[in-house]
């Protein structure tokens, strides 16, 4: 971080999931209480999969559809609340691409959905989630999936 306690760069994982929505959102709105920057970073990688072009050929680019959808949906809140915004669509398998941005852009906090595209059985805070916060030297929110109360595990007394 560039000054103790200062947030100025936020480095934000997206892939289209709900949790990734939800992360979204919550960068927006951080960022603008704030005052930071917002990098949203989407790793294209095996679990990446577009549909055939109307020709019947796939999209041999694995980065265009991605860097439509980044600039589209994936980051409406941002743009929705002005944040300044930084795209970055890189290959590779997600907690390294995340953690190696967010080396490069200098971030201060790294935000993320508890789960993404990868909808594997590890544990209920999916398994980049999992790595980025065992591996990162910088703070690390997870934001988890939204759940109704009857879905929320009791209490710890």
């Known amino acids: 971080m560039s000054e103790p306690d200062a947030i100025r760069t936020i480095l934000l994982g997206v892939d289209g999931s709900p949790e990734s929505d939800r992360a979204a959102t919550f960068a927006a709105t951080l960022a603008r209480h704030l005052g930071a920057d ?46 300044p915004l930084r795209l970055v669509v890189r290959d590779g398998p997600p907690s390294i691409v995340l953690l190696d941005v967010a080396d490069e852009v200098d971030a201060d906090l790294i935000v993320l959905g508890s789960r993404g595209a990868g909808r594997g059985d590890l544990d209920s805070l999916g398994s980049t989630s999992a790595k980025i916060a065992q591996r990162s030297a910088l703070p690390v929110v997870v934001v988890p999936a939204a759940r109704s109360a009857a879905e929320v595990p009791p209490s710890f007394t």
Not at 39 to 67: M, R, S, T
């Open 38 to 83: 917002v990098v949203a970073v989407h790793a294209v990688g095996l679990l990446d999969v577009w549909p055939e072009h109307p020709h019947g050929e796939k999209d041999h680019d694995p980065h265009g559809p991605v860097e439509v959808l980044l600039e589209g949906p994936w980051t409406a809140p941002l743009r929705r609340d002005d944040i």
